[in-house]
């Protein structure tokens, strides 16, 4: 069964002569155990997809839910609570905390999340996969774009979420880096039977997925299965 659906969501911002349809009648179905990528161009809708996924927008029509839960049936609590347990995020702006360490920012979700996070060692195991070990007392603004990106991807996956949800995870990587993180992926669908959704321009993520669909004007479409 598919953990994450959404169904015929269309979303429009503004009113009037500003109004703009983003999303067209977008269906689409995620599983555990599979990694499912999203290209399109800049301004396709593709964080607008993203971010109703992950319940933090609600759209303008169409349904959407999480592991049998309609979205729209729950509280602003319950939604939340969804999404703290199920969902991993890795944002375009990274949202580190500028005033944390980046060890401080795993014990922050601790704090937020206090059970059923990675143990010691597959903690350790990210961090050395995503090569960030040595990091963990700088701050955000100590590390370049591409450390701040793999430490944003080592937070989303912190919590052990069934679900990863990741815009544009390999923008500030090099090629290197862009087959670790997508080899990452691999894993954690294949292993740890995730379902990872992930949103990017980057074509070099594509050996990585399962399922490739295009995302053009705000409309969706399976391109091709692996
Ligand atoms: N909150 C918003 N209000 C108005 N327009 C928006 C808003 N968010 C996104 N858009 C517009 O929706 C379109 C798709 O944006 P986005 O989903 O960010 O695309 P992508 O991530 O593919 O670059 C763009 O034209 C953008 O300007
Ligand atoms: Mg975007």
Redesign the pocket.
């Known amino acids: 069964m598919a953990v994450l659906t959404l169904e015929k969501v269309n979303q429009v911002?503004?009113t009037g002569i500003a109004r703009?349809q983003?999303l067209h009648d977008v269906d689409f179905a995620a599983e555990a155990g599979e990694v499912s990528l999203i290209m399109?161009p800049?301004?396709?809708?593709?964080?607008?997809?993203l971010t109703i996924a992950g319940g933090l927008l609600t759209p303008t029509a169409g349904t959407v839910t999480v592991a049998g839960k309609h979205y729209a049936d729950l509280s602003k609590k319950a939604r939340d609570a969804i999404r703290l347990d199920e969902i991993g995020f890795v944002l375009q702006q990274y949202h580190l905390l500028p005033y944390l360490t980046v060890a401080d920012q795993f014990k922050l979700v601790d704090k937020i999340k206090r059970q059923g996070n990675l143990d010691q060692a597959a903690f350790a195991g990210v961090l050395q996969t995503l090569g960030i070990q040595e990091l963990l007392h700088k701050y955000p603004g100590e590390l370049s774009g591409g450390q701040q990106q793999r430490v944003a991807i080592a937070r989303a996956l912190y919590p052990d979420p069934a679900i990863l949800l990741a815009d544009e995870p390999t923008a500030a990587l090099d090629a290197a880096r862009v087959a670790v993180v997508g080899d990452l992926f691999r894993e954690l669908a294949i292993q740890h039977h995730k379902a990872v959704v992930i949103?990017t321009h980057d074509p070099r993520l594509i050996p990585a997925a399962d399922h490739v669909y295009d995302?053009s004007d705000g409309v969706l479409t399976h391109a091709q299965s692996a």
């Open positions: 911002f503004g703009v983003v399109g800049s301004g396709s809708g593709k964080s607008t997809f949103v995302m």
